[in-house]
């Protein structure tokens, strides 16, 4: 079992108990099958952003609360390194930065996103707001209906408890997403 299968399986296993939820309740919740969950909380499976989203939502807590690894006292993470989850449904790749650390409640991540397919993110947890900047190429992002193309250096807030989504415009776009949980 690879480590981020095993912090995936015990923060999902932590999440799901301190809400006092069933396997089956979980799953209903997230609208994914008993058996997907019963194999996450072993260690095993391949889970999706998407997957890990509506288990997020379902359990009441950041997408990074299921994915961070244990913190060391200094952490570096190097370019192309780092807890990775990658879509299955576009060429969009994120890397967890920085988990929000206790009394805070914010995430960073690093995206990858290829020109081809959106990437359609479903609401987060209310009073979410995500924060992005683009480092390199160009991305057309925000909540669905009100989009804005986005170059290196644009910066852009919006809710992120709607639905909205990231498109990559420019093949190599790179941005960086602060998900500020309210």
Do not use: C
């Not at 919740?29 to 019963?38: H, P």
């Not at 095993?44 to 509506?54: D, K, Q």
């Not at 020109?115 to 991305?139: D, F, K, N, Q, Y």
């Amino acid at each position: 079992m690879s480590e981020p299968l095993t912090w995936i399986a015990v923060a999902l296993r932590r999440e799901r108990t301190r809400a006092g939820l069933s396997l089956s309740e979980l799953a209903k919740r997230a609208g994914i099958a008993k058996s997907t969950l019963s194999q996450l909380e072993a260690g095993s499976g391949n889970p999706s952003v998407e997957t890990l989203w509506a288990l997020g939502v379902a359990l009441g807590v950041p997408f990074s609360a299921l994915v961070e690894p244990p913190a060391p006292a200094v952490q570096v993470i190097r370019a192309g390194e780092g807890p990775t989850v990658a879509s299955e449904r576009a060429d969009f790749v994120a890397t967890l930065l920085s988990a929000s650390p206790p009394g805070a409640r914010r995430d960073i991540y690093h995206l990858r996103a290829e020109p081809g397919t959106a990437r359609e993110s479903e609401p987060h947890i209310p009073g979410s707001v995500e924060h992005l900047i683009v480092s390199t190429g160009r991305v057309k992002a925000g909540p669905r209906g009100d989009e804005a193309d986005l170059g290196p250096g644009d910066y852009m807030s919006y809710r992120g408890d709607v639905p909205h989504s990231y498109e990559a415009l420019t093949p190599g776009t790179t941005f960086v997403l602060i998900m500020q949980h309210i």
